[in-house]
């Protein structure tokens, strides 16, 4: 049976909240509908800074010590918010969409530990709403073991197959954090983490230029890459493990480039995001023969002619070109994964995220 669900992601960017409309059975998608975006404020920004900062120290996913609980608010306020506009723009009402599919925005993602914090307040947000909403989708996949990311696989794997063309197929997710699918015959899927993907070029335009991120790359085109420090860099031993793998936004927070000029910087930040990309070829099965670029990444023109440069002979092609609405897949993919939960489908499995079996997962809040 379709259902008509309603993805919501606000991701490790911090940029604002995604929505994105679909029509789906949880395996295929037969409609996409329309999309829609609900930006953060610059004090929201700040306080989501802040409760990322503040969020190191939790050793309870469900502590919402200092800053945090104020941040879950706005979240879930900004969430609420959107989904209202959306519907509104859209001359729809509640009871047109079945389900709503909330990730919450993720402060803290630790595994090793069987730790994965989003804040976000699911019932509050189903009452604001009056639509039942999907949420804590990673929580049963980390405590089983897993990683708990990356969680857009199996969408990917659907958009791939809409295609039929000939694999190994990439499809490559650069938002905070960067990360992959791959997909090839006999249905195999691959994912994991790569590496930064805007994180650490975000942070750097806005303590450097003050802004929030670097339109088009066309600062960094501007800039020098420093290839040493990229090396050095790569010999870190998170890129020298197989996957499954992945990360946390602040990861490589650590990373210092020194006393460099800004537009360097920022071409060397983002010449990392496409070395760290590339690392992983040599660890998958076959070389992939084409890369789907989705995400803030695949609006920054510098980042994909970076990227082209190390991936040999392969195609290198923003998702927008296949028809695909690139801001929009990650919202997509949350309210494909909303439905695959109503049904008890699964949302990771052994390759994508090191769980022991393919596991379902996410909670229903309801009005």
């Known amino acids: 049976m379709m259902l008509t669900a309603l993805g919501l992601m606000s991701g490790t960017s ?6 994105a409309l679909i029509e789906t059975d949880g395996k295929q998608v037969k409609a996409f509908g329309p999309s829609g975006y609900r930006p953060y404020g610059p004090a929201e920004r700040n306080l989501l800074r802040q409760a990322l900062s503040e969020a190191v120290h939790l050793q309870q996913r469900d502590a919402r010590p200092g800053s945090l609980g104020d941040a879950e608010r706005a979240v879930t306020q900004a969430h609420a918010e959107a989904v209202a506009a959306f519907l509104a723009q859209n001359r729809m009402k509640a009871e047109d969409v079945d389900i709503v599919g909330f990730h919450g925005q993720t402060v803290l993602h630790r595994p090793e530990r069987r730790l994965t914090v989003q804040i976000g307040d699911a019932p509050a947000l189903a009452r604001a709403i009056h639509i039942p909403v999907m949420h804590d989708f990673r929580a049963a996949d980390v405590e089983a073991g897993g990683q708990g990311a990356p969680l857009v696989p199996v969408y990917h794997r659907a958009l791939a197959h809409s295609l039929e063309r000939e694999g190994p197929t990439v499809v490559v997710n650069i938002g905070g954090v960067s990360n992959i699918t791959y997909i090839d015959r006999n249905d195999a899927l691959i994912a994991c983490d790569t590496g930064p993907g805007n994180a650490l070029l975000d942070d750097f335009m806005y303590r450097t230029m003050n802004q929030a991120f670097d339109a088009k790359g066309k600062f960094a085109a501007l800039g020098k890459v420093d290839e040493t420090w990229i090396a050095r860099a790569l ?43 590339a690392r992983i070829i040599p660890l998958l099965p076959r070389r992939p023969r084409s890369w789907i670029v989705c995400g803030g990444g695949a609006r920054n023109l510098t980042m994909l002619r970076m990227l082209r440069e190390r991936v040999g002979s392969a195609t290198v092609e923003a998702a927008e070109t296949l028809g695909w609405a690139s801001d929009a897949i990650e919202a997509q993919a949350f309210g494909f994964l909303a439905v695959r939960g109503m049904k008890g489908l699964p ?12 596991m379902t997962g996410g909670v229903i809040a309801r009005p």
């Open 235 to 277: 010999e870190l031993p998170f890129f020298a493990s197989p996957p499954p793998k992945s990360l946390d936004r602040n990861d490589f927070a650590a990373l210092r480039l020194g006393d460099v000029l800004p537009a360097d910087g920022a071409a060397t930040l983002t010449a990392f995001t496409a070395a760290a990309i």
């Open 14 to 19: 911090l940029d604002g909240v995604d929505v």
């Open 347 to 358: 949302l990771s499995y052994p390759a994508t995220t090191g769980v022991p079996m393919p």
